[in-house]
């Protein structure tokens, strides 16, 4: 009886555990929109032409100007990209690994690691840091998501 | 009993409820592939060399003519990408705010909205609608995402 | 009682089977990833001027050359992001699916054949096969997200 309550306080703590690390790495990967925005609103580096004429391109030689290609902008968006590839596979993946029902201390190491992975991703694509520091922690990424499909598929297996 | 029967069908109705909203965003997303298609055969703007020769380039010079840059295509797949970078994490943060229990009311309107100003985004970037209607869309999409993130964050802090 | 349980063995079946199908789809689409950076390492055709230094551009003539727009490059990318377009509604749209309780022959049927679809579309595109085998295989596969999302639509509207 009292193990039953035990394990099931420890599920629970374990789905709110990691609940809790995707809910920060979705939040991080949202972000990166208006983080976007702010690099291209700063040189004016617009790529609608609503957007540059809502920022005050008037004249025809204005709206070529404000409708350039940035660098920084480019490189957020490129950022923002491997967010997408690698986060939404880990969603998908996460799930079906916390269904398998894995134990509160593997689970929380596997969420843990992503989320610090994919912070750190972020901040060595912007700064950015020298390379294979981006690389590195990209691959740390997959790694967990990896790991973690592994476990799904050799429990399906199984059955 | 009475009570208890009643707020699982209340529980029902909400999960119905904003899934049938869930279905209509992530239907409304799928859709802009095929539109994008329709942009890029009606001008003939492909980018894939075998997309061109099967819409009957056949000599070197149609080809290039085939291989270009359209702007209409353009703007349809930045829309396209908003929509993969704002509902994906609607649907994480989304599925983790349903597994909450909020109540009823308070989830459908967070899904209404949010299905609401997805919709609307489309439009005012499709048309385009003068900004900011484009920019202040996408915003609200963002915050009744924020907003389901907040209620997530709340809960498994205090537990 | 005894058919209770078979129901039950069923259903877990059916949840472990489209388990399996989800989990290799989801694989293949984070596998994307490893295969545009291998397609940029070899004719070095790089985005960011970090990973350009990282692979042995000291000059600023090296650098520019290996900061180029590679087509094979282009078209991995773009095969990635196809998948991220397709894949990632069939995720919502399949665990929604998934919670209908639908019967085990029907749902194996529908994660088979967007499972298939998916592979064989990202073998059309990367070789490339010559067109409309990539066209008529992503048609496949938004046909399976439909007839997934019109069955939760129609349950959900007769409740």
Redo the contacts between chains.
Sequence with gaps: MFELIDSEVFL??ST??T??Y??IV??K??F???LT?YFRVTPKAF?????A??HGAKDEETKNKYMQIDPSV??VK?C?Q?D???I??F???G??YTLTGPDLSTALLHFRIFAGSRIFHSIAYLV?????S??LS?LVG?GV??SM?YR??KI??H?
Tied chains: 1, 2, 3.
């Design positions: 629970a703590y709110y555990g609940i809790s995707g809910t979705v939040l990967m949202l990166m929109g208006p925005d790529v609608s032409l609503e957007d004429r809502a480019e490189h490129r923002h491997n997408l590839e690698n939404v596979p969603m998908g993946i799930l079906l950015p840091l020298p390379q294979p981006r690389g990209c997959m998501t990896f499909a799904v598929l399906v297996m059955l």
